[in-house]
């Protein structure tokens, strides 16, 4: 008789332990199910999205890589390729330091480390070739440092960005004294009000693109992409520009970046946010 109360109190005391344990267990799941939960957002590891620049023309490479969809992350690797020179018998450009002092660039790496150097184009042919590596090279190099806008007071794609009323006449490649050679000041006037003077000539004009003629001088401008380039806030203008004598072998290329800062004003020139 005792020896079955001793196995009856034996049998209580072991289903008590395993039922203690079961609780446990289901409670610390449920506790470590709910810290899941509310764990805060900043400690998953989930990568945001890297921003995207869209370019209006693309940029072409010697091997036939062709971008024109660029993240941060890609501008390094499209540095070491060689640059398209759009069917000009030449793997690349001559640059000249002095007279016995030349070296031969092919990708935008070796470009910007030759012009950081004191290299250039000392050739109308040179210049010309040369104007192969400003659109790439500087577009990849401005795209570095650009963020993305927070406002914008562009006109949209489709309503063009070559409004002649909204482009101040200081934007002309001016190769005269424009106050001394007409007598007033330009940094009023746009190019609409060169062209109603009969001045300034539009000769062509695209959706996201225009040529002009004044003062001897063929000015071409294109669209490059949009994003802020000098850490404002403020939606930016990249362009691309082509300058030409019209007669005459004189010619120049840059990059050049426009704002406007509300719906009323017009554009403007800036410069690039250069502490990046």
Known sequence: MEFR????????????????????????????????KTAPASETSVKPK???????????????????????????????????????????????????DKIHVRTCREYDAALEAGYYPSSTYDISMASWFKYPCGTLNLLERATIPQRSFLPTAKKGIFDLKLIPLSLFPVVTDFEQAYGYNIENLTYQDQVEKGLLEVTDKGQNWFSCEDDGLRQHLTEVARAD??????????????????????????????????????????????SK
């Open 5 to 36: 109360q001793r196995c009856s109190c034996m049998g209580i005391g072991f289903l008590f332990v395993v039922l203690y344990t079961v609780f446990v267990l289901s409670y610390e799941g449920r506790s470590e199910a709910e810290e899941a």
């Open 50 to 100: 890297e921003f995207t620049f869209e370019l209006v023309e693309s940029i072409k490479f010697a091997d036939g890589t062709e971008v024109k969809s660029i993240t941060k992350a890609d501008i390094e690797t499209l540095r070491d390729l060689p640059i398209d020179m759009g069917g000009n018998k030449t793997d690349g450009v001559t640059l000249t330091k002095r007279r016995n």
């Open 229 to 274: 380039f000098n850490s404002d806030g403020i939606e930016d203008l990249l362009l691309s520009e082509a300058v030409h004598a019209t007669q005459g072998t004189y010619r120049t290329y840059d990059l050049i970046i426009l704002t406007r800062n509300s719906t009323e004003d017009k554009f403007e020139k800036v410069e690039p946010d250069d």
